[in-house]
């Protein structure tokens, strides 16, 4: 499969994945027939390297596929966009730097088996939340140390979407002044506790992982110790703007609803109601168009200062584009799109989370305005990450 007919599938599935959606999110049930939808049509495979039986995509691609799959259902779309940022980083980071960095033969080696995997249909998630720490790598609790042959890791995270369908996880752990990132395998030693029962996203099983488990050397990400911090620098598109595009795509899911939910109503005669339809498809217009090209500036100069800059902007924006859009809609629509089981009421749920995923809009707004001052957004007093 190459990239663009990637792009086609997602497109042509987002239909189905919208039907099924509403009985998904009130059973707060992980979407599985969804993900074999997207297994069937190659999707998983969607960052990993040809050479490796994967579409070779960019990142320019991935936000293609991501606002699709939004536009059909917005929790498996970021069940997806936590597969693509583990699959995505290990794909898209170039050799000779990592191996400058100190990366081993037999990291090379794992990532190349995750990936092959990936391509063959095994699903990724992350595991980098904590209950005290948030999405603030800097304040991790969870503990590695070296044993025998690897690594013992050991501690618990929430929010891990897609917990407990996963084939591995990517997890953040410390040892002293030390975060590093592991590839931890599924196993007896990676617990799920299902904890999560939220007001949007309700299909995503974002539950706990008590993590009690020893893992192989050659899983540390990079091969090197303390990478963690640098990377979410150095790449913080798929840390931050990965999500962006998932939103974009809920927010369109939302006109979508909007227009149907009009149409069958007959509102379309009410100015009111063509002017909230209006704002919202030049806002997400706008959002999708800063989306792409934040992903553009991704593939041709990733970690310049300016691609890094439009990477907490296409964040912002996609967030609060969502939120806002669905929140105006909503209203348009009136009292009867507010009822459970109506789509723009799943939708209006999903969009409002799009401010709250790391990193939240304060945060990026905060990082923007140092930029704008022209002051280094990474010497803030308070750690975004």
């Given at each position: 499969?190459?990239?663009?007919?990637?792009?086609?599938?997602?497109?042509?599935?987002?239909?189905?994945?919208?039907?099924?959606?509403?009985?998904?999110?009130?059973?707060?049930?992980?979407?599985?027939?969804?993900?074999?939808?997207?297994?069937?049509?190659?999707?998983?495979?969607?960052?990993?390297?040809?050479?490796?039986?994967?579409?070779?995509?960019?990142?320019?691609?991935?936000?293609?596929?991501?606002?699709?799959?939004?536009?059909?259902?917005?929790?498996?779309?970021?069940?997806?966009?936590?597969?693509?940022?583990?699959?995505?980083?290990?794909?898209?980071?170039?050799?000779?730097?990592?191996?400058?960095?100190?990366?081993?033969?037999?990291?090379?080696?794992?990532?190349?088996?995750?990936?092959?995997?990936?391509?063959?249909?095994?699903?990724?998630?992350?595991?980098?939340?904590?209950?005290?720490?948030?999405?603030?790598?800097?304040?991790?609790?969870?503990?590695?140390?070296?044993?025998?042959?690897?690594?013992?890791?050991?501690?618990?995270?929430?929010?891990?979407?897609?917990?407990?369908?996963?084939?591995?996880?990517?997890?953040?752990?410390?040892?002293?002044d030390k975060v590093s990132y592991f590839l931890v395998p599924t196993s007896d030693g990676v617990?799920?506790?299902?904890?999560?029962?939220?007001?949007?996203?309700?299909?995503?099983?974002?539950?706990?992982?008590?993590?009690?488990?020893?893992?192989?050397?050659?899983?540390?990400?990079?091969?090197?110790?303390?990478?963690?911090?640098?990377?979410?620098?150095?790449?913080?598109?798929?840390?931050?703007?990965?999500?962006?595009?998932?939103?974009?795509?809920?927010?369109?899911?939302?006109?979508?609803?909007?227009?149907?939910?009009?149409?069958?109503?007959?509102?379309?005669?009410?100015?009111?109601?063509?002017?909230?339809?209006?704002?919202?498809?030049?806002?997400?217009?706008?959002?999708?168009?800063?989306?792409?090209?934040?992903?553009?500036?991704?593939?041709?100069?990733?970690?310049?200062?300016?691609?890094?800059?439009?990477?907490?902007?296409?964040?912002?924006?996609?967030?609060?584009?969502?939120?806002?859009?669905?929140?105006?809609?909503?209203?348009?629509?009136?009292?009867?799109?507010?009822?459970?089981?109506?789509?723009?009421?799943?939708?209006?749920?999903?969009?409002?989370?799009?401010?709250?995923?790391?990193?939240?809009?304060?945060?990026?707004?905060?990082?923007?305005?140092?930029?704008?001052?022209?002051?280094?957004?990474?010497?803030?007093?308070?750690?975004?990450?």
């Amino acid at each position: 499969m190459r990239a663009e007919e990637a792009v086609a599938a997602a497109h042509a599935i987002a239909p189905s994945l919208a039907a099924r959606a509403e009985r998904y999110d009130r059973d707060g049930a992980f979407p599985a027939e969804d993900f074999t939808t997207l297994r069937d049509a190659g999707l998983l495979g969607l960052m990993v390297p040809s050479h490796l039986g994967g579409a070779g995509a960019t990142f320019a691609s991935y936000a293609e596929v991501a606002m699709a799959l939004g536009a059909g259902n917005g929790a498996t779309a970021l069940i997806y966009n936590m597969h693509a940022s583990v699959t995505g980083a290990l794909a898209l980071t170039p050799e000779d730097v990592a191996r400058a960095l100190g990366a081993t033969d037999g990291f090379f080696t794992m990532r190349d088996d995750v990936l092959r995997s990936a391509a063959q249909g095994s699903l990724y998630a992350v595991a980098m939340s904590e209950r005290r720490a948030g999405s603030r790598l800097s304040a991790v609790e969870t503990a590695y140390e070296p044993v025998d042959g690897g690594w013992h890791i050991r501690g618990e995270k929430t929010f891990c979407s897609g917990a407990g369908h996963a084939d591995g996880y990517l997890v953040a752990a410390r040892r002293e002044d030390k975060v590093s990132y592991f590839l931890v395998p599924t196993s007896d030693g990676v617990k799920v506790v299902e904890t999560w029962d939220s007001l949007g996203m309700r299909a995503t099983a974002s539950h706990d992982l008590l993590l009690d488990t020893t893992v192989p050397a050659e899983s540390l990400v990079g091969g090197v110790e303390g990478l963690t911090l640098l990377l979410a620098q150095v790449m913080p598109q798929w840390l931050v703007a990965s999500y962006a595009a998932v939103y974009v795509g809920v927010a369109q899911a939302a006109i979508d609803a909007a227009v149907t939910h009009v149409n069958e109503r007959k509102l379309a005669r009410l100015p009111a109601v063509r002017a909230r339809l209006g704002r919202a498809d030049a806002s997400v217009a706008a959002a999708r168009e800063a989306v792409r090209a934040m992903a553009v500036a991704v593939d041709s100069a990733p970690g310049e200062p300016e691609t890094n800059r439009w990477v907490w902007r296409a964040k912002l924006l996609a967030g609060e584009t969502a939120m806002n859009v669905a929140a105006s809609l909503l209203e348009a629509c009136g009292t009867s799109a507010s009822r459970r089981g109506h789509p723009l009421e799943r939708i209006y749920r999903d969009a409002r989370c799009g401010s709250l995923q790391p990193a939240t809009s304060d945060v990026c707004a905060d990082w923007l305005g140092f930029a704008a001052l022209g002051l280094d957004p990474e010497s803030s007093e308070v750690p975004r990450w």
